[in-house]
T-cell receptor, first 112, second 114 residues
């Protein structure tokens, strides 16, 4: 699976927007960009995914660069409950049974 | 939909003992994955089942590790002759059969080998 690069940590204040970057310069045409997050003492949970176009859901937005070599997860108004490790993952569905390959992720700290 | 259930939540054992963990996936999910996570690291893939067939195993899954999914429902992960290096969080995930379906993770079993 292609690799992603994320900052080790980021900080935000409550109710402010958060932009979590991810670089994936070796992305292939069949790689989907997935984001998962892991709250303390829990398993990872799905946040959002996309291929080429920007995506929105109730949790977040995903902005994908035109060349697809980078993407940004946007939390529009951070809450204390958003403090977690955020993982950016490239998922190639060919021959991998849909498994996810996690990196170290970005630790997001949200200040009151 | 009650989510993915893992049992036990915590397990403390002595080096050399055998341990077994259970995972109950979301009903009708035919894909099941096991991961291992150590402190400060992202989860690492161990093995994958489609229904009852174990289709992929990571090199991390040494011969002391065995996983089963009889009848394609719940799964068990057994570690024989545990070592201190086996101490980790063991996570189970399941997904439906469609290609890009999201994975649902359980809360994991925290193993401590003394």
């Amino acid at each position: 699976d292609a690799k992603t690069t994320q900052p080790n940590s980021m900080e935000s204040n409550e109710e402010e927007p958060v932009h979590l970057p991810c670089n994936h310069s070796t992305i292939s045409g069949t790689d989907y960009i997935h984001w998962y997050r892991q709250l303390p003492s829990q398993g990872p949970e799905y946040v959002i995914h996309g291929l080429t176009s920007n995506v929105n859901n109730r949790m977040a937005s995903l902005a994908i660069a035109e060349d697809r070599k980078s993407s940004t997860l946007i939390l529009h108004r951070a809450t204390l409950r958003d403090a977690a490790v955020y993982y950016c993952i490239l998922r190639d569905l060919r021959g991998s049974y849909g498994k996810l390959t996690f990196g170290q992720g970005t630790i997001l700290t949200v200040h009151p | 939909d009650t989510g993915v259930s893992q049992d036990p939540r915590h397990k403390i054992t002595k080096r050399g003992q055998n341990v077994t963990f259970r995972c109950d996936p979301i009903s009708e999910h035919n894909r099941l994955y096991w991961y291992r996570q150590t402190l400060g690291q992202g989860p690492e893939f161990l093995t994958y089942f489609q229904n009852e067939a174990q289709l992929e195993k990571s090199r991390l899954l040494s011969d002391r590790f065995s996983a089963e999914r009889p009848k394609g429902s719940f799964s068990t992960l057994e570690i024989q002759r545990t070592e201190q290096g086996d101490s980790a969080m063991y996570l189970c995930a399941s997904s439906a059969g469609t290609a890009n379906e999201k994975l649902f993770f359980g809360s994991g079993t925290q193993l401590s080998v003394l």
